[in-house]
């Protein structure tokens, strides 16, 4: 079982951290990825991370802002978003897949609940 959490109400410029814990599995063995939904708006992939040493990737309207990270000793990956934008808001969700990450949301074997991430002044 997967759950993010995190999210919450900022303004533009801010930041936060989301975090992916997962219980009945390990996730070191498991690529990592994060997605984000807006209202009226489809799923959309965000970033994703590999097994521990396997590569970080990001969609191009968050590179340089956001950054994906693992502690394999916590079972817990991390997404830290910075000088966030309204344009960001939205419900994210972290799943897993074997190995490897994906852009590709049918890739995944694993889904958390959603954390709402809300960014207005």
């Known amino acids: 079982q997967l759950q993010a959490s995190g999210g919450g109400l900022v303004q533009p410029g801010g930041s936060l951290r989301l975090s992916c814990a997962a219980s009945g599995f390990s996730l070191d063995a498991y690529g990592i990825g994060w997605f984000r939904q807006a209202p009226g708006k489809e799923r959309e992939w965000v970033s994703c991370i590999n097994i521990s040493g396997g590569g970080t990737y990001y969609a191009h309207s968050v590179k340089g802002r956001f950054t994906i990270s693992r502690d394999n000793a916590k079972n817990t990956v991390y997404l830290q978003m910075n000088s966030l934008k309204p344009e960001d808001t939205g419900v994210y969700y972290c799943?897993?897949?074997?190995?490897?990450?994906?852009?590709?949301?049918?890739?995944?074997?694993?889904w958390g609940q959603g954390t709402q991430v809300t960014v207005s002044s």
């Open positions: 799943a897993a897949a074997r190995v490897f990450c994906s852009e590709y949301g049918s890739w995944y074997n694993y």
